[in-house]
């Protein structure tokens, strides 16, 4: 016993110093660095919380802004997911195993080729305008597609969708069906079914796609800049310039881990919601 | 003449959990013994002690009057069959028997001539070449034995090996461990909770109790003269009299008191429920039923070889009473439970 | 309300799908126009992307990376999977927790702190060795996880019975343990060097100068229309789409 923990503790050794000296180092630094300063381009070491009130000041209403536009992406794809995988799982009998695999087929592959798609797609001249065009539903192209908060909404719940449909498929199948059927039995019926056991066995998964989502929503840039128009700058965009032409690394790290704690409190309220609303009662 | 496994004053311990507690054990060459206990007795522990996968924090453990204790399992000449058999799911039939044997560098005419007669010896002889995922589970169960008797090694480990099966083929495998046993020889060690899969393989039985080995004797032993109420409970269905022994008599609980040599102060009388004969009238019963007890009839079941007769005696006691017959009685029927005391076995409580 | 839920699946996974399909096709049109409908077929943006010099370099790179990356996470992620195995149940799972931190992190701020931590802190320089150790990061938690589904349902009963039967621990991983595992190793390889092919955000901050096929598709971009770019991605996403599903396939992953 004492020798397999040895054993154990040898193998976990090049992983945990990955873990340290790649993450846990990096990130503790960065986040220190957000309490210093930078004088005449360089990097001072210092204590204060001006680069907090910045944020807040000149970039709260970005902040909220993003959080906002986040929040919806994620609840819309968490939405989806769910439905798409509950249609797999409960609904779709032979078919469901092959429209989960269509949707591993979109998991990687093309972070960039789908913003890029959805750029070409929403566009003047896209196929989405040529489509509506030819069948004669608009005269002219709509300019409101590309280049607005919709482009940047579209764009991300299609590039989260099967990262979010995946944790979801995930829990439902650990639900047996014996389970709802035994359900049933006792008197239940498809609506509390629906929320003592679907939903509460979804619960973590569907968390976990909301936070996935809710997440690389919020700290993304490209989206932004490639299909959202000047309207739909989002906070990614200038933690990405603090670190590129304006260089202020501490003011850069300040509203990156403003974003992440308010993401973090976001999953928190959802996931006390969700725990109260399924919550198994005697 | 040396035991073949002698164990001497082996301990085990988990953390501040005591598996086995410090145990001696002489196991000679031949025998077919049952370590029986129920789950998380250590019996498990004590085995896996044997075959080299726990290392005991004290005393040591000799095979053939080796040391072994600190030997690693590929260093001892035991041999395992695993609860969950451990087959090699990326290898044939034959390749799993063969394992041990290419590991050994056994020469490949050799080793071929071996794996047949192993796989002969468990009548598996023509399904070398399937994969195990095709097998069912008594062949899985049969060729996890192979794996192991291919070996020749001198003792046997068993693990629970039939707790997956059926009843059916539990029954069946049993038989073929008898008939495999006499036709190899050697020496098995045999790991089961089910007492009656005890009973009927093994030559003695050791029963374990919370770490501790509480009887060592051959079944029939531990059937008639159980030492403790636990062995007398787990062993079988026994009637369970609580009293007071004094001067060769014994004075139950209900008042009665009847003959019975055996420990002073408070005892436990057992009486097997075959040994009880019963009688609406005391006058009907055999003379050599020299004990007697009023009792209260609850249940009357008829179970085709037997009739099971549940009892209640004047203390609140449950009693069992199994006949070949039914007699005419009736739930509520007063009657009198007798038995000859030569068949009942009086226990220190 | 059965169809529509027929339907509402139906739409879902044309959404997910159409894009995908779109960019193939633009890849064979004619036109420099990416708009509908095709005039006509051609393989010369295939042409162009692959005889441009900076494609070559790109594509050497990426495969420098992901092989680098496939490689050590590999190794990394099966070391600490089996770890996790040996280690009580509690402790286990806070570990596999630990280090599955990374992947919880959005790719914009793992790049941006490893950038100021190799810049301003340890003065390392940007570039392809930079990128391989920022990979490491978030592949080798994905390794580790798809090798600790598997050891789940590993029979360790059969790793006994080899130690039993006479191997020695190094002999009985090399036939038993590794042959058992073994595809969900290559599998988790696979997408471990999909994600890492992939990666653009991560690869822009910690790069420097150089290139790899996202961040030359991204200075593609930028600059205006060039029809070769449909190549690009595809390539990009056909490399990794083809790694995942290999991967996801030797390790039976469903959901």
């Known amino acids: 016993m004492r020798q397999a923990l040895r054993t154990a503790s040898f193998q976990l050794l090049p992983g945990l110093a990955i873990l340290a000296g790649l993450f846990l180092l990096p990130l503790s630094y960065f986040f220190v660095v957000s309490f210093w300063q930078v004088r005449t381009f360089r990097l001072r070491p210092d204590a204060t919380l001006e680069q907090y009130a910045r944020v807040f000041t000149e970039y709260g209403s970005t902040l909220a802004w993003t959080l906002a536009i986040a929040t919806l992406i994620a609840t819309v794809t968490a939405a989806i997911a769910f439905a798409y995988a509950h249609y797999c799982r409960f609904r779709a009998g032979r078919f469901g195993d092959g429209l989960i695999f269509l949707s591993l087929v979109t998991l990687f592959g093309g972070y960039l080729a789908k913003i890029y798609m959805w750029k070409t797609i929403l566009g003047g001249t896209g196929a989405l305008n040529s489509a509506l065009m030819a069948l004669g539903l608009t005269s002219g192209p709509i300019p409101a597609l590309l280049f607005s908060p919709f482009a940047v909404i579209v764009t991300l719940t299609h590039y989260c969708l099967p990262l979010a449909i995946l944790p979801v498929y995930g829990a439902l199948r650990g639900l047996d069906d014996t389970a709802i059927e035994a359900a049933r039995d006792l008197g239940a019926s498809g609506p509390r079914i629906f929320r003592d056991l679907i939903l509460a066995q979804a619960r973590g998964g569907l968390t976990a796609a909301f936070a996935l989502t809710l997440v690389i929503t919020a700290a993304d840039y490209v989206t932004p800049l490639m299909v959202g128009g000047p309207s739909s700058n989002m906070i990614g965009l200038f933690i990405q310039s603090q670190f590129g032409n304006r260089l202020n690394s501490p003011l850069g790290s300040a509203m990156a881990f403003v974003t992440i704690a308010c993401c973090g409190l976001i999953v928190l309220t959802l996931s006390l919601t969700l725990r109260a609303l399924t919550r198994p009662r005697t | ?191 089961t909770h089910d007492q009656a899969e005890a009973m009927s393989l093994a030559s003695r039985i050791c029963v374990m109790e919370a770490g501790r080995i509480v009887q060592d004797g051959t079944p029939e032993d531990i059937y008639r003269r159980p030492a403790s109420r636990f062995v007398a409970g787990f062993i079988g269905e026994a009637n369970l009299f609580e009293g007071v022994g004094s001067d060769e008599r014994v004075r139950l609980s209900c008042g009665t008191v009847i003959p019975g040599a055996g420990a002073e102060g408070p005892i436990v009388c057992v009486v097997r429920p075959e040994a009880v004969t019963l009688a609406a009238d005391p006058a009907a019963l055999p003379d050599q039923c020299d004990a007697r007890l009023f009792a209260t009839v609850e249940d009357v079941v008829f179970l085709g070889p037997e009739v099971r007769t549940t009892l209640r005696t004047d203390s609140g006691a449950q009693a069992l009473a199994l006949s070949r017959t039914a007699g005419p009685l009736r739930p509520g029927d007063r009657v009198t439970m007798g038995w000859a005391t030569a068949d009942q076995q009086v226990i220190a409580a | 309300m059965r169809s529509m839920a027929h339907i509402g699946a139906a739409l879902t996974a044309i959404f997910m799908l159409s894009p995908l399909v779109i960019l193939v096709i633009f890849c064979f049109s004619e036109s420099p126009l990416l708009a509908f409908p095709i005039e006509g077929w051609s393989l010369r943006w295939f042409d162009k992307a692959f005889s441009d010099p900076q494609f070559t370099n790109a594509f050497r790179n990426s495969m420098i990376v992901t092989g680098a990356v496939g490689v050590t996470s590999t190794l990394t992620g099966t070391l600490a999977a089996l770890a996790l195995a040996k280690l009580p149940p509690r402790l286990a799972t806070a570990t596999a927790a630990a280090l599955s931190l990374p992947v919880m992190v959005p790719p914009l701020l793992l790049g941006v702190a490893l950038l100021t931590f190799y810049s301003t802190w340890i003065g390392l320089p940007l570039g392809l060795p930079a990128v391989i150790l920022s990979h490491l990061v978030f592949t080798q938690p994905l390794v580790m996880l798809m090798i600790s589904a598997r050891m789940a349902s590993f029979d360790h009963a059969a790793v006994e019975a080899a130690r039993d039967l006479g191997a020695s621990p190094i002999q009985s991983f090399f036939h038993v343990t590794l042959p058992m595992i073994g595809p969900s190793i290559t599998g988790g390889t696979l997408i471990a060097m999909a994600l890492s092919l992939d990666d653009f955000l991560v690869t822009f901050f910690t790069i420097g100068g150089g290139m790899t096929l996202p961040t030359l598709m991204w200075g593609m971009l930028r600059k205006g229309i060039d029809p070769s770019v449909n190549v690009v991605a595809v390539t990009i996403m056909g490399l990794s789409i083809a790694a995942t599903l290999i991967g996801f396939r030797l390790t039976r992953y469903r959901g």
């Open chain 2, 1 to 191: 003449m040396a035991p073949l496994v002698e164990l001497v004053g082996v301990g085990k311990g988990y953390g501040s959990a005591t598996a086995v507690h410090p145990l001696s054990l002489r196991i000679g060459e031949g025998e077919f013994v049952s370590i029986l206990g129920p789950s998380g007795c250590g019996k498990t522990t004590l085995l896996r002690m044997i075959g080299g996968f726990v290392t005991p924090d004290e005393g040591s453990i000799l095979i053939d009057g080796r040391d072994v204790t600190r030997k690693p399992p590929e260093k001892r000449a035991t041999n395992m069959v695993f609860q969950g058999y451990g087959l090699f799911p990326h290898m044939t039939v034959a390749q799993n028997v063969a394992y041990g044997l290419r590991i050994a560098r056994v020469a490949r005419t050799e080793r071929a001539r071996r794996v047949a007669e192993a796989l002969d010896l468990i009548r598996l002889a023509d399904l070398g070449d399937r994969a195990v995922s095709a097998l069912s589970g008594g062949q899985r169960q049969r060729v996890a034995l192979a794996r192991a008797l291919v070996m020749r090694p001198r003792v046997l480990l068993l693990d629970e090996p039939l707790s997956a099966l059926d009843l059916k083929l539990r029954l069946a495998m049993q038989e073929e461990f008898r008939r495999i046993h006499a036709q190899v020889g050697g020496t098995f060690i045999f790991v």
